[in-house]
């Protein structure tokens, strides 16, 4: 959790020779996300002749853009302008956001260092499923693998560091915790995140219109079923929604 005041952000600072970068904090809180996902949507909905693409991290919006189109001083100008239009540690999300429910079967084989964390937590097992599984958490930033969102934040009992070691590897669709957020796996990777649950979900879909299932400002919320529960889902889903429910958030 970032310590800064908010009256030291944001910050504009040049990304290499196309690139600029608008930070509201130099670490995440929900109105520093807040501001980087709505700040990066407008500068989308302003189609600025020379910007290339935008994207978003967990408290910072991305530009790149074509400098023979539009120089630095014009953007930089431009940024300036939009930043003082509102506050935008408040406001509102992005638009077309989505609500989805997460199928998750939480411990067990599948999902073998929920225990652990439950106790660093502070909790029990059963405990540590009813925290995490009532958590609506939103998609802060994709990123690490095409796809893989960062969603938070938990609650501070979540506040756990990154383990010591490595995990060698955790199967496509692993859920995993730290530092107040989960991550769910969009590849089969190694991590030094906690693996407590286990989904069928399938965040990158190279072969769809859409490719990343999620986007940056849905929410998510990971339901508990059995590992018996996952398997038909794995057996009759081919989708690779994996069970879940989406809804627009209004």
């Keep these: ?104 079967a939480f411990g067990g084989e599948l999902a073998p260092q929920l225990g652990g964390a439950a106790e660093a937590a502070g909790m029990t097992v059963a405990e540590a499923v009813t925290s995490l599984s009532s958590a609506r958490v939103r998609v802060t930033t994709l990123g690490f693998a095409a796809g893989q969102p960062y969603l938070g934040e938990l609650p501070e009992a979540w506040n756990l560091p990154r383990q010591s070691g490595l995990t060698p590897k955790v199967p496509v669709g692993a859920l995993v915790v730290a530092i107040r957020q989960f991550v769910l796996f969009a590849t089969s990777a190694p991590t030094g995140w906690q693996h407590v649950a286990q989904t069928a979900f399938t965040c990158f879909r190279p072969d769809s219109e859409t490719p990343f299932a999620l986007r940056a400002g849905d929410e998510v919320q990971f339901t508990p079923i059995t590992r018996e529960e996952l398997e038909a889902i794995r057996t009759r889903d081919t989708s690779g929604d994996g069970g879940a429910t989406v809804e627009p958030i209004r």
């Design 1 to 104: 959790m970032s310590t800064t005041t908010p009256q030291t952000w944001p910050q504009i600072r040049n990304a290499g020779v196309d690139g600029m970068l608008v930070s509201f904090a130099d670490a995440l809180s929900e109105p520093s996300n807040r501001a980087a996902l709505a700040f990066r949507e407008r500068i989308e909905r302003e189609g600025w002749d020379g910007v290339l693409e935008t994207s978003s991290t967990l408290a910072s919006a991305f530009v790149r853009f074509d400098p023979f189109v539009l120089p630095h001083v014009e953007l930089r100008m431009r940024l300036e302008a939009l930043l003082t239009e509102v506050n935008w540690f408040n406001a509102a999300p992005p638009n077309e956001r989505r609500f989805w429910r997460i199928p998750a």
